[in-house]
């Protein structure tokens, strides 16, 4: 059985080995390199001070993981955030990503976040480096397009463009925030 948890620093190694492949293998992220183990950990615990971050496991193996972040980082985005996702290649198409980011969406709401933001690498053509497939999961997910930035990053020796993906989840009230 699937279940959802906090992440901690301590699952840095098992978040690593599902994102080092992302990282290495294909355009999902503009990162060159894989972070250090240290690294990594300071990121999940930089993310910890303020914003969810979880993990899916069973049986103790930690198949995905979601979080969120500031959007921007200023005062007036504080109801917005962005959120990732990352599966284990062997765990694609078994839900995870719905239960990750369903748990994290009712996490973020209770916080008091109203808008939620997806930064997708998106390929003009897809390739063996990257397909739509992250923009059609976060479709599916209710995300609608926000915004398209043409061929602006560049890795394995062509350039990639950027969708900015948007999912209102609260209501907008003008007193009270």
């Given amino acids: 059985m699937i279940s959802i948890r906090n992440a901690s620093p301590n699952d840095a190694g098992a978040l ?6 992302y990282v290495l293998n294909t355009a999902i992220t503009f990162e060159y390199d894989v972070s250090s183990l240290e690294e990594f950990a300071d990121r999940i615990a930089h993310t ?12 103790g193996k930690i198949l ?12 007036a985005y504080e109801h917005s955030a962005e959120v990732s996702i990352y599966v284990a290649e062997a765990s694609h198409r078994q ?18 976040i109203l808008n939620l933001y997806a930064c997708i690498a998106y390929p003009e053509t897809e390739d063996e480096y990257l397909t739509r497939n992250s923009v059609e999961f976060h479709g599916h997910m209710g995300f609608k397009l926000a915004g398209h930035f043409h061929e602006c990053g560049y890795k394995f020796g062509r350039w990639y463009s950027m969708v900015w993906m ?4 609260g209501n907008h009230e003008r007193e009270g925030v």
């Fill in 16 to 21: 690593l080995e599902i994102y080092a492949p």
């Fill in 48 to 59: 910890l001070t303020k914003y969810p971050y979880i993990v899916a496991h069973e049986g």
């Fill in 64 to 75: 995905g993981y979601a979080y969120a972040g500031a959007f921007v980082g200023r005062k």
């Fill in 95 to 112: 839900g995870i990503g719905r239960l990750l980011y369903t748990e994290l969406e009712g996490r973020l709401k209770a916080a008091g």
């Fill in 166 to 169: 948007e999912k209102i989840i």
